[in-house]
């Protein structure tokens, strides 16, 4: 922990410039004051269809476990062919993009990659439901994940030698596959739910996987879900992250508990308010975190340690409009720098 808040992402970008996007987080996230951490963190670009947004990632990363796209999206196949080529051409293209922008760069950067539980709630098997619906399908799709993430993190590490990598593992499905209440294909059922100390060791397998590759740390996000707290926190990974505008006080609560416990939190805020009158309110952006922060009895010092997230652009921003959200969120997180010093 760097006794400053981090400024990162969470990774998908507008666009399909894969080194102008690339280039410009770099910069703009190297380029911060003096009181906070810029944490860089590597580019998706769904605008490039779906073999360029996070299942598709996913799917490209895979170790021994082809996949391909279907009526419905992505899905497992007997071999591999022409989708899963052009996303793993994407994947090569964004590294060789990361490997100019951070040329010579040294210190924290972040990679964002789906996690095992949501990625079975969106991936179909090659004839049938949901790998969610088969538990020995879930239990390979989190191997393989593992695998995967480890050489891709040992792929990031190769292209910025000076890299500290966290891998920020994706769950915003985390909480309903817990519960039970995702549809089965036809609608007219419920998956089965995965017992949260079971989806716990899938998320650990993956942990451990982009370990092995390199990383220094991995943070799961629960999405906007406080109920997926203590599956991530039974996961033994190191950081938490949770879009945080509308959790409550209840999901503060498991906030707090997980701090306290040694996580560090990463927390999405949510996009800034703005008047005509008075511009973009930053200082109300910083109060979503810092006043219930405050609330629960977290200590203010604690916020140093705190990662502040910019969520994914709407669907038609521009990158213009994701660097302006960015520089924003910059600007809140100088606030809570200041909070926590008070």
Do not use: N
């Not at 910069?27 to 998706?44: A, H, K, M, R, W």
């Not at 293209?93 to 490997?99: G, Q, S």
Request: aromatic letters at 4%; proline letters at 7%.
């Amino acid at each position: 922990m760097s006794g400053r808040p981090g400024v990162s992402g969470t990774g998908p970008w507008p666009g399909t410039d894969a080194l102008e996007a690339q280039s410009s987080v770099v910069g703009d996230l190297v380029d911060t004051p003096s009181e906070l951490q810029g944490l860089p963190f590597t580019v998706l670009l769904p605008a490039r269809g779906p073999w360029g947004d996070r299942a598709g990632h996913a799917a490209a990363v895979l170790e021994e476990l082809p996949t391909e796209l279907g009526p419905h999206g992505w899905k497992l196949a007997d071999r591999p062919g022409g989708d899963l080529a052009r996303a793993r051409a994407f994947v090569r293209e964004d590294l060789d993009a990361l490997a100019v922008a951070a040329h010579g760069y040294t210190g924290p950067l972040v990679v964002p990659v789906a996690g095992p539980l949501t990625l079975a709630a969106s991936l179909y098997l090659a004839r049938g439901d949901r790998v969610l619906s088969d538990a020995g399908a879930v239990r390979e799709l989190a191997e393989s994940l593992a695998l995967g993430a480890g050489e891709h993190v040992a792929a990031v590490r190769r292209v910025v030698p000076g890299a500290e990598v966290t891998v920020l593992l994706h769950e915003p499905l985390l909480a309903q596959v817990v519960a039970g209440v995702l549809p089965t294909f036809s609608g007219y059922a419920a998956l089965r739910a995965v017992r949260g100390p079971v989806a716990a060791e899938r998320i650990g397998t993956v942990a451990a996987g982009a370990r092995s590759g390199g990383a220094s740390a991995v943070a799961v996000h629960g999405g906007t879900a406080w109920a997926a707290v203590p599956a991530i926190r039974a996961a033994g990974v190191d950081g938490l992250a949770l879009a945080v505008g509308g959790i409550g006080e209840q999901g503060w609560e498991r906030v707090a508990e997980a701090v306290e416990g040694g996580l560090r939190l990463w927390a999405e805020l949510p996009p800034q308010a703005s008047s005509q009158c008075a511009g973009p309110d930053v200082v109300g952006q910083a109060d979503v975190l810092t006043r219930p922060w405050r609330s629960v009895g977290l200590p203010q010092a604690g916020l140093k340690d705190v990662v502040l997230l910019a969520g994914e652009a709407p669907g038609r921003s521009s990158p213009d409009d994701a660097r302006a959200a960015l520089a924003g969120l910059v600007r809140a997180g100088r606030i809570v720098a200041e909070r926590a010093e008070a």
